[in-house]
Structure formats: C-alpha cells, structure tokens
C-alpha cells in the first residue's frame, strides 16, 4: 500500500503566505515526478506546479512568482511554499505521485497516487 498525505491548508488572507506539503508512504522503491494540483469551486482539477526526481519543475502560469515547488527525497515528501495568496488561489490542493512500488520479492509495480486533498482558503 502506497499513501499520500497532505498538510498545510487553512484560512489565509490575501497577501499571505502557506507551506503545504505531502509525505509518500508505504512500500515505495522509488519516486518520479511529484506534484501538486487544485480544484477551486465549480472548477475542474488543474495542475498547479509539479517537480521531477532530479529537481526540474514547471508551474501554471497563475503561480510562476508566486509559488515555489520543492521536494525531500530521503523524506519521500513534496512542499509548495504560497506566497502572495489571492482569493482565487482558493481551492482543495492535491498532492500527485509517480511511484514504483514494491511488490513481493523483487517485483515492481509502476502508479500514479493522488493524496485525499487539503482546504486553502484566502479571504479576508
């Protein structure tokens, strides 16, 4: 079994600041891309920033100067650090993994993992 598990959300006021972060658990051989993405209300899912096993990242162009990805691979964990939060950074952030797995002895299995989701809220 492989989860996810997110913390960091909460009520922010605009111009403020979060540090969210999600630490993989579980039979894991090893992790590729991590990210985190978002779902504000009536909205689809959309990606928010992801980063690779050797640190390259990309991010949606609402955050780029805002939001920074960064991950701890001895800790199997992925931060987002928010700053400058707007009311419509508002949304339940999921964390994503690209995981391999162990699987008895010497086997592998390759997934990709979503975390339950954690509430930001940015209001005043």
């Known amino acids: 079994q492989v989860q996810l598990v997110e913390s960091g959300g909460g009520l922010v006021q605009p111009g403020g600041s979060l540090r969210l972060s999600c630490a993989a658990s579980?039979?894991?051989?090893?992790?590729?891309?991590m990210g985190w993405y978002r779902q504000g209300p009536g909205k689809e899912r959309e990606l928010v920033a992801r980063?690779?096993?050797?640190?390259?990242?990309n991010y949606a162009d609402s955050v780029k100067g805002r939001f920074i990805i960064s991950r701890d691979n001895a800790k199997n964990t992925v931060y987002l650090q928010m700053n400058s939060l707007k009311p419509e950074d508002t949304a339940v952030y999921y964390c994503?993994?690209?995981?391999?797995?162990?699987?008895?002895?010497?086997?592998?299995?390759?997934?990709?993992?979503w975390g339950q989701g954690t509430q930001v809220t940015v209001s005043s």
């Open positions: 579980g039979s894991i051989f090893s992790i590729n891309d």
């Open positions: 994503n993994a690209d995981i391999v797995r162990r699987i008895g002895y010497g086997g592998r299995d390759y997934n990709n993992y």
């Open positions: 980063i690779s096993s050797g640190g390259s990242t």
